[in-house]
């Protein structure tokens, strides 16, 4: 997934929920990381992910994202 840090007019990027569960400090969101068509709206890909949030003073204080296949940190 090394391109997806790259900038593109015609895709852009989205996050799914599949599942998310409350953990102490904060929650841990297993998504599913879209890849759109901007004009069709169509799913181009998509990549399981897993996205651990810290949550302080009720406000999100951290965001780590790992993708699942190859448990690569993004």
């Known amino acids: 997934m090394a391109w997806a840090g790259k900038g593109f007019d015609h ?9 998310v569960s409350a953990r102490e400090g904060g929650a841990t969101v297993d998504a599913d990381l879209q890849y759109v068509w901007r004009e069709s709206g169509e799913v181009g890909d998509t990549s399981a992910v897993v996205i651990e949030l810290g949550i302080r003073d009720g406000l999100v204080s951290s965001w780590e994202l790992t993708e699942i296949e190859g448990l690569h940190e993004i």
């Open 11 to 19: 895709i852009f990027r989205r996050y799914e929920p599949r599942k």
